[in-house]
Each structure stands twice: as C-alpha cells, then as structure tokens.
C-alpha cells in the first residue's frame, strides 16, 4: 500500500508539521467528508498587512488527510490573504508529489479548510466573504465548478 504514495506524502504522514491548535486564531476552518469520514480544522493567524503568519491544524482522517493538512499549513506561511486563496488542491497534491486518483479529496479537503478558515478571518473583520468552497467529484478528480 506504501508504494501508491509518494515519499513526501509518508513524510508528511509520519512527521506532520503545524499539528495543532492557536488559541487566538485570526480564522478557524472546520471541513469534513461524509462519504470516508475525514476531519479537518486549520488555524490561520493573520497580520495586519494581511499576510498569514502561522498555521496549524487538527485533523481526524486517512494517512492523505493527515499529510494534505500538513503540506497546506507548509504552503500558506508567509502569504497574503489574497495569494492564500490562489493555492488550490491540485497545488497541494503536487507539493507532495503527488497523491493516488482516489485520494484526491484529501486534496480538496485541505483547500476547502483553507479557504473556510479565510472566510472566517474575512468575516471576523466586516469584509466581504469569498465564494464558497470548490467541491469534487469523487470519481474524477476534476472540481465541481456548478451547472
């Protein structure tokens, strides 16, 4: 089974980084996926020029839940609220090297964290809120943009 996941993403999964909570989190994100039970919150601390200054999260889920969650709090460190927002699933997947077809919404998972933990930060200081969350398409791997 090891051998369907790159080395990264058992790197990620054995030794996750930003495992945990901030008390005084500028946003929080709470996610979850009905169908295989995954469970993800990510903290997000914001400084006043709006860039993300720590991340950490919580997740209760799969070895790629895990190490999704881990590589996203890698990837937002350091960039605006703006920036933030442009990192996407697939992002996410490929900083891990890729992961296995059927574990692509661990992916989405962690953007959608993400992106919910932003919306709370938003919506904390009166600005307007971003659309919601893309979600997937179990089978294809492809973002459901809709109609």
Known sequence: MEGQYSEKVMEHFRN??????????????????PVCGDIMRLYIKVDE???ITDAKFKTFGC???????SMVTDL???????????????????????L?????????????????????YLAKHGKPTIKEPRSIHENSGEPNLGD
């Open 63 to 69: 070895g790629a839940a895990i190490a999704t969650s």
């Open 76 to 98: 937002v460190k350091g960039k605006t609220i703006t920036e933030a927002l442009r990192i996407s699933n697939r992002a996410v997947a490929e900083a891990l090297g890729g």
């Open 100 to 120: 296995p077809k059927i574990k692509m919404h661990c992916s989405v998972l962690a953007e959608q964290a993400l992106r919910s933990a932003i919306n709370d």
């Open 49 to 51: 020029n709006e860039v």
């Open 16 to 33: 996750p980084h930003n495992v945990g909570e901030i008390p005084d989190a500028d946003g929080v994100g709470n996610v979850g996926n």
